[in-house]
């Protein structure tokens, strides 16, 4: 196929980085995939800028610039010390200082964090901010841990994280398991440590207090802003189509909003213990009451919402609809949950979440002719709004929530332009994999090739 690595030659020079990356690397299968991904449809860059292959660009754009591991102990509400690992990768800053969100659940790990880290040198440089690609987090896991046990686990990691962190090295926002409350404690804990209050360190800050609006619902908004513009240029709109959303957090809450306020129906949300479906439409108000304010499961929606049904395990990607948008984590959407979508009839799909279709799932969605945005040009409105909120730090100026929803969609619709034109330029209109991936290796390359060998 035109978007894998076919010539001989490419072949030389990429599957000797895979092998080291591999080496380097085991036990990491997603950040494997993810270099993977982004090397095997780089290849017509390849064929074209061989000074790329010369200057090592590869080899140096796989390895991260700093990775940083540290223990996290902390005191329980039972007066129990418990120990966690926090993890801060920061994989290249040719573009500007690193800039990535910060992830609190279980399945945390290095190979986790180096997955997100490389996805974000990408994204962030799709959205032409000036930032470079970042990410951390710990094997902690919030939920159903009091206020108490939150902040004091919040300023343990703080403790160590805070000597790697600053507006012009690496600024850190939210992701899974750090929210509002996660986000104020570390703010909190950094402003402390270093006596000053440095707001553009952080972002996804309350808007009382040095945050932007639309933070909080940029990346679900963005998600939804790039398919309007996927399906524009199909002779498509969003009115009128049903979405099945996965996940309850932000990303899936905003673009179920979205959805609803550009005429679509969005109809299912999902945590681990299952998936909701209504076919009146999710009722949003209920659904934020439930996740955002209870911290509750979307069973507890179910119960409340006549006409909902709720299904405990199952795949929310067998639910019949036009759109899909997996909102919840990576590789939770398989070959056969792609096949049970195209069977179904969906024209297209949008990432919400980072990497959440595995390889196969995203052959299928071309096999099929499906319309597929990758995660990192669909969901680049939360790291793009980030670099707003960091813009109004540094000018100490403050935008209405209108002024920067326009803003937060010309960035989407500039990212999808860029995208297409990418896939186009390198002979495979419409493949936005090709593109996204093409067009910001160029942004990054570059870069690196200006500055030297560092």
């Not at 800050?205 to 909080?216: I, N, Q």
């Amino acid at each position: 196929m035109p978007h894998t690595l076919s010539s001989p030659s490419l072949r030389k020079v990429v599957d000797p980085i895979l092998e080291v990356v591999a080496a380097r690397n085991p036990g990491e299968p997603e950040f494997m995939q993810a270099v993977h991904e982004v090397l095997e449809s780089i290849a017509p860059v390849l064929d074209e800028r061989p000074d790329y292959v010369e200057a090592g660009i590869l080899e140096r754009l796989v390895e991260p610039e700093r990775q940083v591991v540290f223990r996290v102990p902390w005191v329980d509400d039972d007066n129990r010390v418990q120990v966690s690992r926090g993890f801060r990768v920061q994989f290249n800053s040719a573009l500007g200082p690193y800039k990535g969100g910060l992830r609190f659940h279980p399945s945390v790990n290095l190979g986790i964090v180096k997955f997100l880290g490389f996805e974000q040198i990408f994204k962030n440089a799709l959205t032409a901010q000036g930032i470079g690609g970042a990410k951390g987090g710990s094997d902690f896991d919030p939920h159903g841990r009091s206020d108490g046990e939150v902040m004091r686990f919040c300023q343990s990691f703080m403790d160590e994280l805070y000597r790697h962190l600053g507006e012009h090295t690496d600024i850190p926002a939210g992701d899974i398991g750090v929210g509002a409350r996660e986000i104020g404690y570390l703010f909190g804990r950094y402003r402390k440590i270093m006596n000053r209050h440095e707001s553009g360190m952080f972002t996804g800050k309350g808007v009382a207090w040095g945050g932007a609006e639309v933070r909080t619902e940029a990346t679900g908004y963005g998600t939804v802003f790039f398919l309007e513009q996927m399906l524009e240029r199909s002779g498509r709109a969003v009115e009128g189509m049903r979405a099945v959303v996965s996940g309850s957090g932000n990303v899936a809450l905003y673009a179920i909003e979205k959805i609803q306020q550009l005429g679509g129906l969005a109809i299912t949300a999902s945590d681990s213990s299952g998936y909701v479906v209504d076919e009146k439409g999710i009722d949003l108000d209920l659904l934020k009451q439930v996740k955002e304010v209870e911290r509750l499961r979307v069973s507890d929606y179910a119960e409340r919402r006549r006409g909902a049904h709720f299904v405990r395990g199952g795949s929310v990607w067998d639910v019949p609809a036009d759109i899909a948008l997996p909102s919840a984590t990576q590789n939770e959407l398989d070959g056969a949950a792609a096949t049970s979508l195209v069977r179904n009839g969906v024209v297209a799909v949008a990432e919400g979440a980072n990497m959440p279709c595995t390889p196969e799932a995203v052959d299928a969605f071309r096999d099929a002719s499906v319309l597929f945005a990758p995660g990192k040009a669909a969901n680049a409105g939360g790291v793009a709004t980030s670099a707003l909120e960091m813009s109004q730090n540094a000018s100490r100026q403050r935008w209405s929530f209108a002024d920067s929803e326009d803003r937060l969609r010309g960035i989407m619709t500039s990212v999808h332009d860029m995208t297409y034109e990418s896939s186009e330029r390198y002979g495979v209109p419409g493949d936005y994999v090709v593109g996204a991936n093409t067009a910001s290796f160029v942004k990054v390359a570059d870069a690196m090739l200006a500055q030297g060998v560092i």
